[in-house]
């Protein structure tokens, strides 16, 4: 059921326009060692994959 908060709609319709998703699948029980992994790196889970994407499209040959 969705939300019918004014404020909740506002701020899914600006995610919607101003981003991207993408859907990450992994074996069961692997999501919770991620999100343990980021957070030891006081990171959120879609900064940390976002960051090593970014450092290994820039990584040189």
């Known amino acids: ?25 992994v074996h069961k029980g692997e999501k919770q060692i991620i999100k343990d992994y980021a957070a030891s790196k006081g990171k959120t889970v879609n900064g940390l994959i976002t960051e090593l994407i970014w450092k290994e499209m820039n990584k040189k040959d």
């Open 1 to 25: 059921m969705p939300n019918d908060d004014p404020t909740y709609r506002a701020i899914a319709k600006y995610k919607k326009k101003a981003y991207d998703r993408i859907e990450l699948l």
